[in-house]
């Protein structure tokens, strides 16, 4: 691990997919030996790189870009629309660790014409550039970020919806969805982003609780259903990495 830290600190850009890629566990980082220091150095590369892919697919809608193609949308977030979203009739949904460019809520708000989707994200300026994107694309009473810690959340601001959607790269997520267990109203359901391909860097769910849908078991049921063709069932293409880019 410290040699692909080397590596990639010597690179001039460093590469979202090339950091996915060397670091799979079911791939190339399946032989990696894990130091805590390395490993801090390699978390710190995927937030900066994670947050400047979000940023830029921000800044490409404002300048009138589309998000990206549909099959890459369909293909990222249908799992969770099928799974969660649909089978719920949501009105009220905080999204935390919303992002810059939130696709999945994009993706629901295009299907679902009665849901208000609130996000929260630590970073400012992922804020700032979700309000400007919201009010280009006719959708700022149906989106609205905000800057939060979600461990600051009230009970009674998690108490005011009837959903939670929480982004993979969030922690600490286990200690927030006890949390949300713990205050939300009866029936409120919360759905947990995974990338099991990306452990290290992405917080597996480990809470149980029947309000409570993490990604592995949404592609679970999703594999009853549907079968075993569509891509995102292969146990190393997690449900995650295929909408990471487009948060």
């Known amino acids: 691990m410290r040699e692909l830290v080397k590596r990639l600190a010597g690179l001039e850009h460093l590469?979202?997919?090339q950091l996915l890629i060397e670091t799979n566990v079911f791939g190339r980082g399946k032989n990696l030996r894990r130091d805590h220091s390395a490993l801090d150095a390699l978390r710190e590369m995927m937030?900066?790189?994670?947050?400047?892919?979000?940023?830029?697919?921000?800044?490409?809608?404002?300048?009138?870009?589309?998000?990206?193609?549909?099959?890459?949308?369909?293909v990222g977030c249908e799992l969770e629309w099928e799974t969660f979203f649909s089978r719920g009739r949501f009105e009220s949904l905080l999204y935390i660790g919303s992002g810059a460019c939130p696709a999945i809520a994009l993706f629901?708000?295009?299907?679902?014409?009665?849901?208000?989707?609130?996000?929260?994200?630590?970073?400012?300026?992922?804020?700032?550039?979700?309000?400007?994107?919201?009010?280009?694309?006719?959708?700022?009473?149906?989106?609205?970020?905000?800057?939060?810690?979600?461990?600051?959340?009230?009970?009674?601001q998690i108490k005011a919806y009837?959903?939670?959607f929480i982004s993979s790269a969030v922690r600490?997520?286990?200690?927030?969805?006890?949390?949300?267990?713990?205050?939300?109203?009866?029936g409120a359901k919360i759905y947990g982003r995974e990338d099991e391909s990306h452990p290290d860097?992405?917080?597996?769910?480990?809470?149980?609780h029947p309000d409570l849908l993490a990604a592995r078991e949404a592609r679970s049921i999703w594999l009853r259903e549907k079968g075993p063709r569509h891509p995102m069932l292969k146990p190393e293409v997690s449900c995650e990495t295929l909408t990471s880019v487009f948060g």
């Open 162 to 164: 009837d959903s939670f």
């Open 47 to 74: 937030s900066l790189v994670e947050s400047d892919c979000d940023y830029q697919a921000a800044r490409r809608v404002l300048q009138g870009e589309p998000l990206c193609s549909p099959e890459d949308m369909k």
């Open 108 to 156: 629901v708000l295009k299907r679902d014409s009665k849901i208000v989707i609130d996000g929260i994200d630590i970073a400012p300026e992922a804020t700032n550039l979700c309000l400007q994107l919201a009010a280009r694309m006719g959708l700022r009473e149906r989106l609205c970020p905000s800057t939060q810690d979600a461990l600051t959340l009230s009970p009674d």
């Open 15 to 17: 590469d979202y997919t």
């Open 172 to 186: 600490p997520k286990n200690e927030i969805i006890l949390r949300l267990l713990e205050h939300k109203r009866n």
């Open 201 to 208: 860097f992405y917080e597996l769910v480990t809470v149980r």
